[in-house]
């Protein structure tokens, strides 16, 4: 394997080596690009759809619609991260770096709507603001855990969890 830097750090008292492959930098673009992908997905729907699906604040149908769009969110994460994985090594870094580019694109392209729109989210009323934001603060989360929710995908011939090498 060609590897284009690695790092030392110290881990619990032993010195442990990270190497992080040459595509690093390429696949940590191209997992913000799916993030921007996701996030216009998203808004779209939210300023389509929301003012109709998204309850007011305080309701019951508030504390079971939020989890139920959030774990769309999951989902959507997990499809997200099946399809950017299929042509790269399976590993943790991977899916830390899939998981928050894609949400950092979005949180950062969630705080420019919000400051562009004075505060508001679009075409939401006024009561179905909080119960957005909560929807946001939770569908955002699942978006950073998406990628650890499917099984390793190991090398051919490798069984039994044995790391790839």
Do not use: C
Request: net charge positive; hydrophobic share 55%; charged share 10%.
């Amino acid at each position: 394997m060609n590897y284009s830097y690695h790092s030392r750090f110290i881990n619990m008292g032993s010195m442990t080596e990270i190497h992080q492959p040459a595509s690093f930098r390429p696949d940590a673009l191209t997992a913000l690009a799916y993030g921007v992908v996701i996030w216009l997905a998203a808004t779209a729907a939210l300023t389509s759809l929301g003012p109709i699906v998204l309850p007011a604040a305080g309701t019951r149908a508030a504390s079971i619609t939020i989890p139920a769009f959030s774990a769309l969110a999951l989902l959507i994460g997990i499809a997200a991260f099946s399809v950017f994985r299929r042509s790269r090594s399976d590993g943790p870094a991977l899916r830390l770096l899939f998981g928050s580019s894609i949400t950092s694109a979005g949180l950062l392209l969630d705080a420019a709507l919000y400051l562009v729109a004075g505060g508001q989210y679009p075409f939401i009323g006024a009561e179905q603001q909080g119960p957005l934001a909560f929807f946001l603060v939770f569908a955002y989360g699942a978006l950073l855990v998406a990628p650890h929710a499917l099984p390793a995908r190991h090398a051919k011939g490798q069984r039994n969890g044995a790391a790839a090498v």
